[in-house]
């Protein structure tokens, strides 16, 4: 199947999971969270058929957290549109490094990515002793998911609202705790 023509099929996914539907470029694009390193520019040949072997996701973190589920997910529906397995190797450790480092090491063919959760981008900023380079060695495709983020606190703090928290956290610019 000629990339044009793979890029261009859609993927549906049942009930709840429609959330994840859509053009199979989307699907595909969203399900590599980043390529190892470049998907077609080093070696891989868009027009000699792409996929003409197993896909593999490395997975930088232990199975069963989100982006191991998302990643198994999405894998099972391209393996079935793709007609080619995908596989999943979690590689934990470290904060994701472990798996960020081995994925480094795979030929850049286009058949081996990197699933990442959006941590990834902040330990690259604030790491600077790295075993990679995460701007240099990885090449975005695409967002797989997204995910809500949420600010609680207890109860009985008293506070209602992050514009509450923030006011207080203003008045007591010191404190290492608010209880």
């Not at 973190?61 to 191991?68: E, V, W």
């Not at 959006?118 to 967002?143: E, H, M, T």
């Amino acid at each position: 199947m000629a990339q044009s023509e793979l890029f261009s099929r859609t993927l549906r996914l049942p009930g709840r999971r429609a959330a994840l539907s859509g053009a199979l470029s989307a699907a595909v694009a969203s399900a590599f969270a980043l390529t190892v390193p470049s998907v077609f520019a080093q070696g891989a040949d868009p027009a000699a058929g792409w996929p003409s072997q197993p896909i593999r996701f490395v997975v930088p973190a232990s199975g069963g957290g989100g982006t191991d589920v998302i990643i198994r997910l999405v894998g099972k529906y391209l393996s079935e549109a793709l007609n080619q397995p995908v596989l999943v190797e979690n590689r934990a450790g470290a904060g994701g490094v472990i798996g960020a480092q081995y994925a480094t090491t795979q030929k850049p063919d286009g058949y081996t990515f990197l699933a990442i959760p959006s941590a990834f981008g902040v330990r690259a900023a604030i790491d600077r002793n790295l075993p990679f380079d995460a701007i240099k060695d990885f090449v975005g495709v695409g967002q797989m998911a997204r995910s809500p983020s949420f600010m609680v606190v207890s109860p009985s703090l008293g506070f209602k609202t992050l514009k509450d928290l923030i006011a207080y956290a203003k008045e007591q610019p010191k404190c290492s705790d608010y209880g």
